[in-house]
């Protein structure tokens, strides 16, 4: 049943200081300085600035830069334009950012920040060409130093500034053929289109450019592994690795292919260097350890905890994290342990998790004593704390009393729509349908818009083949509100499929499929595309689904009523 449901500019960031900055053709020539006359200011551009000034002691700096701007128009005083253009950037007012811009590059041609801020202003309108011209002027007068803060600002671009930014230095490549960061540039950009060989080959250029360009040969190394060439990669990693033994971005690099590669003995001994290297700085430490863990490497993840923890390093996120590793490798009582030591912020988060593995290990009234604990402690979240213990119950085959509890948490609270929904939830697994219906409008009573009670209900209609027109706006509202939301997205293939539209619904239940295929999805999509005579297609989807669930009751229901066997 459904239910609720930046590494460009990490990488950018060594363009200005791994290449050397070989001579470069001629560039497109600069306007020369105009012969301005003396800078004056007259009492009203005093009192503009005082004001500015006030405001943005005050943090308003849309007034601050209201008045710098009038006094950059007014004086011309490059300082002025300065501090007005680097507002209006910073403030994402982008036809002004390149109004001032510009205005600074008439009184001083070959200011790097005027030409920086200049570029990024056309990149955020969407003018890549006019950005390349600006960065080109950039590199002739500074060199590629001048793209370090470049960069730097980009980071607080949004992905499509970012890469308009990656086409704008991409661009430049072939008319400086000799800068190894703007081959570097293209590599990425080539990544980001999903242009493997095109990205590899780049790497290339940039490293017969230089040699030594280290961001350039670990992208290398990453662009290897995503092709199927994790020997190769790792080869390339620990060359460097080797011939530069003191840097950090290296080795993490090799620790991150290692624990892709699954060579956790090798990762481990380089994480120990790593913190052999650095014991002072704990902070890249604990990264390293949540590294090791999410890539499944605990015994790893553990040293390191250990050793922080015996520091005093932030004691309650150490034990939470140890109780996760604990838990990893199904050592559960030593995982509870851990989390009924964390205090702090943390310490919600790790006593639920601990009464969830109380319920699991066969221990129910020692976890609900707890949950009831922290009902007292955290009366504001008692509400979610009674659904969390409900979906304990019922995960280990207790739905009834996982109902009870709902029920008994509805008295103090019957409006509450957490619960309301949680019970609807509850109640159809049992199969109290009426139930289920009744808490669901309930919910909607209560909040028309509710997405998740919407397509919860819609479906259950659906599924019945109760109410379609009903469940088709339902669901339809849902998925206008969230509309790559996989649940919602099953549900209208199947709400469109029992309306006796088979081919309006395959689309939905395809991309419901590509984000999500479980069993549920796997039966619908299978559905549909048998009784559109896509027989084999059919046979994938339900035959990959069987591979990961063998028993699911809907997947078999499903075979059984078409008298398939897959």
Same mark, same amino acid.
């Given at each position: ?8 500019? !990490?990488?950018?960031? +060594? ?11 001629? +560039? ?34 849309? %007034? ?33 950012? $390149? ?106 250029? !940039? ?29 390339? %990693? ?8 003191? #840097?950090? $971005?290296?080795?993490? !690099? ?13 990762? =481990? ?27 499944? !490497? ?103 009393? +996982? ?72 669901? +339809? ?20 499929? =029992? ?43 339900? =035959? ?7 028993? #699911? ?14």
């Amino acid at each position: 049943m459904n239910a609720r449901p930046s590494l460009v500019v !990490a990488a950018l960031l +060594a363009l200005a200081g791994c290449a050397q900055t070989p001579p470069a053709p001629p +560039a497109a020539p600069t306007p020369p300085p105009r012969n301005l006359p003396p800078i004056e200011y007259d009492g009203e551009t005093l009192g503009d600035l005082l004001v500015a000034e006030t405001a943005a002691q005050r943090q308003s700096l849309a %007034v601050t830069l209201e008045y710098y701007a009038r006094a950059a128009r007014t004086t011309g005083d490059p300082e002025v334009i300065a501090q007005a253009t680097k507002l209006a950037t910073f403030l994402e007012r982008t036809d002004q950012a $390149r109004e001032l811009a510009d205005l600074w590059l008439d009184r001083q041609p070959d200011n790097a920040d005027a030409l920086r801020l200049a570029a990024l202003a056309r990149i955020r309108q969407g003018d890549s060409d006019g950005a390349a011209a600006l960065i080109d002027r950039l590199l002739a007068a500074h060199g590629s130093d001048a793209l370090l803060p470049l960069v730097a600002e980009a980071s607080n671009m949004d992905d499509a500034d970012n890469q308009e930014l990656l086409e704008a230095l991409s661009q430049l490549a072939d008319r400086y053929p000799h800068q190894a960061p703007l081959w570097y540039a293209r590599a990425l950009d080539r990544r980001q289109r999903s242009d493997l060989p095109g990205a590899l080959d780049a790497t290339r250029r !940039a490293l017969k450019e230089d040699p030594e360009h280290l961001e350039a040969a670990l992208l290398q190394a990453q662009l290897l592994f995503e092709a199927g060439q994790p020997k190769k990669a790792l080869k390339r %990693v620990a060359e460097r690795v080797e011939a530069h033994p003191d #840097s950090r $971005r290296a080795r993490v !690099a090799y620790v991150r292919l290692l624990l892709a590669a699954r060579q956790y003995d090798e990762a =481990r001994e380089q994480l120990q260097i790593l913190a052999e290297r650095n014991p002072q700085d704990l902070d890249l430490q604990y990264s390293l350890a949540l590294l090791a863990l999410d890539a499944g !490497a605990v015994e790893s993840a553990e040293e390191i905890l250990h050793q922080l923890l015996r520091q005093g390093y932030r004691p309650n996120q150490m034990r939470l994290h140890l109780g996760q590793a604990a838990e990893a490798r199904g050592a559960v009582d030593e995982a509870i342990d851990e989390y009924l030591k964390v205090k702090g912020s943390d310490a919600l988060q790790a006593q639920v998790q601990a009464a969830r593995l109380l319920y699991t290990s066969g221990r129910g009234d020692r976890g609900h004593a707890l949950i009831t604990s922290l009902t007292r402690q955290f009366p504001d979240r008692a509400d979610l704390l009674w659904v969390s213990e409900a979906e304990m119950r019922a995960s280990t085959g207790d739905a009834q009393g +996982a109902l009870a509890l709902l029920d008994h948490a509805l008295e103090a609270d019957p409006d509450n729509p957490d619960l309301l929904y949680a019970r609807a939830m509850t109640a159809g697994q049992l199969g109290r349908t009426e139930q289920m219906e009744a808490d669901l409008q309930r919910v909607l009573a209560l909040d028309p818009d509710d997405t998740a009670a919407l397509n919860a209900l819609g479906y259950t209609w659906a599924d019945r083949g109760a109410h379609l027109e009903q469940a088709h706006d339902m669901i +339809a509202r849902a998925l206008a509100a969230e509309p790559d939301d996989p649940a919602i997205l099953d549900s209208m293939g199947w709400v469109l499929y =029992r309306l006796g539209r088979p081919e309006e619904a395959l689309p939905y239940l395809r991309r419901a499929y590509q984000q999500q295929p479980d069993a549920e999805v796997s039966a619908h999509l299978g559905e549909v595309l048998w009784v559109l005579n896509e027989r084999d297609a059919a046979l994938r989807v339900w =035959r990959a689904a069987l591979a990961k669930e063998p028993q #699911s009751p809907l997947l078999l229901d499903t075979l059984q009523r078409l008298e398939v066997t897959p």
